[in-house]
């Protein structure tokens, strides 16, 4: 925001905090956008800050908005920390909770008279904090449909 009666020019940075140092050739996954603005007198603008994690870790930084040419130490300059999660997709399967031989969960049908059927389910949840889909992968045969 912008009290006064004369346009402003703010600069927006974001810079890293302690181990968070971006690896060369990498980008931190905090972003702002635009990282200069005009803002007019007695008006607001908006920025956006972008999250785009690569790895499964906590990041930190210093987001700083900096007045140009600004006279008081109050008002010229505006700092706080912004920080984020990477995280992934995390799903279980509740059921079947049989598990085969090589630890994969085993659905297990009884013996049934020939043309008859029996329906089973198979429950998968996301214990994460991101959506999830997942996809059932198994051998054709056409004894299931």
């Given at each position: 925001?912008?009290?006064?009666?004369?346009?402003?020019?703010?600069d927006f940075?974001?810079k890293?905090?302690?181990?968070?140092?971006?690896?060369?050739?990498?980008?931190f996954p905090?972003?702002?956008?635009?990282e200069t603005?005009e803002?007019?007198?007695?008006?607001?603008?908006y920025?956006?800050?972008r999250?785009?994690?690569?790895?499964?870790?906590?990041?930190?930084?210093?987001?700083?908005?900096?007045?140009?040419?600004?006279?008081?130490?109050k008002?010229?300059?505006?700092?706080?920390?912004?920080?984020?999660?990477g995280?992934?997709p995390?799903?279980?399967?509740?059921?079947?909770?049989?598990?085969?031989?090589?630890?994969?969960?085993?659905?297990a049908?009884?013996?049934?008279?020939?043309?008859?059927?029996i329906?089973k389910?198979i429950?998968?949840?996301?214990n994460g904090?991101?959506?999830?889909?997942?996809r059932?992968?198994?051998?054709?045969?056409?004894?299931?449909?």
């Open positions: 925001s912008n009290p006064n009666n004369v346009q402003c020019t703010v940075t974001v890293p905090r302690g181990d968070d140092a971006t690896p060369e050739g990498s980008t905090i972003t702002i956008s635009p603005l803002i007019p007198p007695h008006e607001h603008r920025i956006r800050a999250f785009l994690p690569q790895e499964m870790t906590t990041y930190a930084a210093t987001f700083d908005a900096i007045v140009r040419e600004g006279g008081d130490p008002t010229k300059q505006f700092s706080c920390e912004v920080r984020g999660d995280t992934l995390h799903v279980s399967v509740e059921e079947p909770s049989a598990l085969s031989d090589d630890g994969k969960p085993r659905l049908f009884p013996r049934l008279l020939l043309g008859k059927s329906t389910p429950i998968v949840r996301n904090v991101v959506p999830a889909t997942c059932l992968d198994m051998p054709f045969s056409e004894h299931f449909k």
